[in-house]
């Protein structure tokens, strides 16, 4: 029995070294891109795939967005659009593993536009890759808190019609008050319980798809194959069929955006080089399978269209739901799955968004920098870039209640600017490949067909980015006009006016935490603690 208690004990002490030879590794490669470790590694493998997966939430994404795909396009842009948007997904998501394995760094697409690109426009165009980064990702997390929030409306109107006869847009904007606070709350206070938090959010995005799918395929009434597989919607007004089928894209687009979450959380993930790299393509090819699997039963469940796309909640999917079961309890607990999701989607992203502010905040992108950039030492996290999102949200919904229109149209920046911060930093890499230049890659590469795939996701990214500003229908009007690309033409006057006033002067790109030399003393100390090829790459 000693001798079996003396084993378990020395197995521990194995384990403990480990664990501390893989946080002391994460932590000299990170030292290696010039930076010091300043938050602690408390994901593994599991909680960040939850993690990911979750934000990307595309299934439930797609009921959200359900009436854009609908109204052009309708089952054949949902059908063929989602497989085009998978394919073309997993190109982006992939190419941006591959430099995530580079440098996993919180900082990320701003982080690796400095590193690819020509020494000249190098500062210039982090700058403004990093303004539209954070753009792009203030927009999204403002998105899913409004889509929790409105949600939570639409249930009150659906349940209660003397409500329904005169819902108040600040009843919008207090419940997006609320979801913030509570993210607030757990990513401050809780974060030692957020990895496991992640686990359990990972479980239910899969538990709830079946147990939404299934009483939706087995009590809706049956579309026909014909409907699923070939009926084309064109409610447009003047497009023609195949502009109408590519302005719907935006639903599938949409549900499959904001796979670089991840990336942002690298500098708080165990392995990171290796794990955040397989996590990226892995939590897009399950949202993948989850999101077409759900399209296929959601049309052929869908009931009568119609009815779901004038419904007064504003969301289709309760009417489909409510069509299907025949009981508004039943409908109201399926969209309850809905709502939860949301909310687990806009908890994660305010964790990255915030780590993404810090990063840029770390490197004197952000104006008050080292305000921002500040650490809270009781709880390891970057209480004030935290604070800075979650107060930025709760006056963007302000605007909700002069206008929905306004808030769409910061809300539609999302997907234009996070398109972009994807686009950039894989061209500067391709055009490195085409060049053959040197290219010090990390343990995930996409070898010899890199080119390839990072092509492929350039042209469906440039193609998906033609038709994201495109009004819905035409003649345009003030209620139709997609608000989008002036809003994200702002953003890059924005941007361009800081960096003539501020940034040509102060900002010279990711600043340097830690110098050559001791890295070297460093490197020398822990000699045969991990892996000195990838060490020498760094």
């Not at 480990?18 to 930076?35: C, Q, R, T, V, Y």
């Not at 919180?106 to 303004?131: C, D, E, L, S």
């Not at 008050?177 to 974060?191: D, G, H, K, R, T």
């Not at 993404?356 to 996290?381: E, I, K, Q």
Request: aromatic share 12%.
């Amino acid at each position: 029995m000693a001798s079996n208690h003396q084993q378990s004990r020395s197995e521990k002490k194995e384990l403990s070294d480990d664990a501390s030879a893989s946080e002391i590794n994460d932590g000299i490669l990170l030292e290696h891109l010039g930076k010091k470790s300043q938050l602690k590694r408390i994901f593994g493998f599991l909680a960040m795939l939850g993690f990911s997966s979750t934000i990307l939430s595309s299934w439930e994404s797609i009921c959200s967005v359900l009436s854009a795909g609908f109204f052009n396009g309708g089952p054949v842009s949902l059908i063929y659009g989602m497989l085009l948007a998978i394919s073309g997904s997993l190109a982006l998501a992939a190419s941006l593993a591959e430099m995530a394995s580079i440098c996993p760094i919180a900082g990320a697409q701003y982080h690796w536009t400095y590193i690819f690109a020509p020494r000249k426009w190098a500062n210039f165009v982090t700058w403004m890759q990093g303004w539209i980064t954070v753009f792009a990702w203030q927009a999204g997390v403002t998105s899913t808190a409004y889509v929790t929030a409105a949600e939570i409306q639409g249930l009150m109107i659906f349940n209660y019609p003397s409500y329904a006869a005169d819902p108040k847009r600040w009843h919008a904007t207090l419940l997006m008050w609320a979801v913030m606070l509570v993210c607030f709350s757990v990513n401050v206070f809780a974060i030692k319980l957020l990895p496991i938090i992640e686990i359990l959010v990972g479980i239910l995005h899969l538990a709830f798809f079946i147990a939404l799918l299934v009483p939706l395929v087995v009590l809706s009434p049956r579309s026909t194959s014909e409907f699923v597989w070939t009926e084309l919607v064109n409610e447009s007004g003047g497009y023609s069929n195949g502009i109408s089928w590519c302005v719907g894209l935006i639903t599938v687009a949409y549900s499959f955006s904001g796979f670089d979450g991840a990336i942002h959380m690298s500098e708080e993930v165990r392995h990171a080089a290796t794990a955040v790299p397989k996590i990226i393509v892995l939590s897009v090819v399950i949202n993948a399978v989850l999101a077409f699997g759900f399209v296929i039963g959601l049309l052929y469940s869908v009931g009568n269209v119609q009815n779901a796309l004038n419904t007064p909640t504003g969301f289709p999917i309760i009417e489909i739901f409510y069509q299907a079961t025949g009981s508004a309890k039943a409908a109201t607990a399926m969209m309850a799955a809905l709502i939860i999701a949301f909310f687990c989607c806009t908890l994660g992203m305010v964790a990255s968004v915030s780590r993404l502010t810090w990063a840029f905040s770390r490197d004197g992108g952000l104006p008050f920098s080292p305000f921002f950039a500040y650490v809270s030492p009781h709880y390891n996290v970057p209480v004030r870039s935290i604070c800075f999102v979650v107060v930025a949200v709760m006056l963007l919904s302000l605007i909700n209640i002069a206008s929905t229109i306004a808030l769409d149209a910061i809300l539609s920046l999302n997907i234009l600017a996070l398109y972009l911060s994807y686009l950039i930093p894989i061209g500067l890499l391709l055009f490195k490949r085409f060049r053959k230049e040197q290219i010090d890659f990390g343990p995930f590469t996409l070898g010899r067909f890199g080119w390839l795939i990072n092509l492929y996701a350039i042209v469906y990214g440039v193609f998906i980015y033609i038709f994201l500003p495109f009004p819905p229908s035409v003649p345009v009007t003030g209620t139709t006009m997609n608000y989008g690309g002036p809003v994200f033409g702002g953003v890059l006057l924005f941007a361009l006016g800081d960096w003539v006033v501020r940034g040509r002067k102060q900002f010279h790109g990711p600043v340097r935490e830690v110098n050559d030399s001791e890295n070297k003393v460093k490197d020398e100390g822990m000699a045969g603690a991990g892996d000195s090829g990838q060490l020498d790459k760094l």
